[in-house]
């Protein structure tokens, strides 16, 4: 594409020879539409924003995690305190005895699963390895490139061992309620979804954990399953011959006249509109 954006190794790496390095992003401001000559891991810590990857709208926020290839395109826009870290690889500067193949999706299958989620005990368990391996990325030597080697195959394995699919389940015990009620609203984009009923399931106070989501994410709850549905919609509108009433129908809205003003006041335009210009511009 004539004008595309590319972010090249010269300008994140120390040497020709380092493979890998941590970009942070404290926070992530707006960025334009982008590809690269490396690839990247990318965890959120804090915040939301909309992250738009190969033209597909992702609300993102603590814990989604996503696996990007040199060659996909994604950009960043409508942040609200967004913090995530980008951990950046050149593949082919890699020298460990790792299959890097079976445990970076994408790696070797383009058709793999860029989306996953990193509950609250797996970001607690590779926050340390981030920060050794950001530590390390800066010295410019020999010993400080093998060891952010070494430090980069212990995070994609901790990545693996606590990483779950965005519609698979999250991960159990009193520190993770947050990450299930996430995970429940990913689930709930094509029905409704009452947290009171949400918080007698799971016994916990619903006043505390609207205030634990709002200062995690920076949204109220039902702010951020809106969005899910609107991206979602987004996809469905560009990627298939769906009629609006059957977007709206796949997206929790039962009256499509109400999805399309919802959808307009989000977007700046009908749905009817964003998918002629979408496809148009794809």
Not at 8 to 30: C, H, I, K, L
Not at 167 to 195: C, Q
Request: glycine content about 4%.
């Amino acid at each position: 594409m004539a004008g595309q954006l590319i972010l090249r190794r010269a300008d994140f790496f120390a040497s020709s020879a380092q493979a890998v390095a941590v970009a942070d992003r404290y926070p992530q401001n707006v960025f334009a539409e982008h590809t690269h000559d490396f690839c990247e891991l990318v965890l959120v810590w804090r915040g939301n924003g909309l992250h738009v990857l190969n033209d597909r709208p992702y609300r993102i926020t603590r814990g989604d995690l996503f696996y990007i290839r040199a060659e996909d395109k994604h950009s960043y826009a409508s942040v609200n305190d967004l913090v995530l870290q980008n951990v950046i690889y050149c593949p082919d500067r890699l020298r460990l005895n790792v299959d890097w193949g079976e445990n970076i999706p994408g790696f070797l299958d383009t058709r793999a699963n860029p989306h996953w989620r990193l509950g609250s005990n797996g970001m607690t368990q590779v926050r340390p390895v981030i920060t050794q391996l950001e530590q390390e990325s800066k010295k410019d030597c020999p010993h400080a490139f093998e060891l952010s080697e070494l430090l980069f195959a212990q995070l994609v394995l901790t990545l693996k061992r606590y990483r779950y699919a965005t519609d698979g389940p999250a991960a159990s015990g009193p520190e993770a309620l947050l990450d299930k009620l996430i995970t429940t609203l990913a689930g709930s984009l094509n029905r409704s979804f009452v947290l009171e009923k949400f918080c007698e399931q799971e016994q916990c106070s619903e006043r505390a954990l609207r205030q634990q989501f709002r200062a995690q994410t920076g949204m109220t709850v039902n702010h951020y399953l809106r969005q899910l549905r609107i991206c979602h919609a987004q996809y469905l509108l560009q990627h298939t011959e769906m009629m609006v009433s059957e977007v709206a129908m796949q997206c929790g809205f039962e009256d499509s006249n109400y999805f399309s003003v919802v959808f307009n006041r989000e977007i700046g335009m009908t749905p009817v509109q964003w998918r002629h210009r979408s496809r148009h511009a794809a």
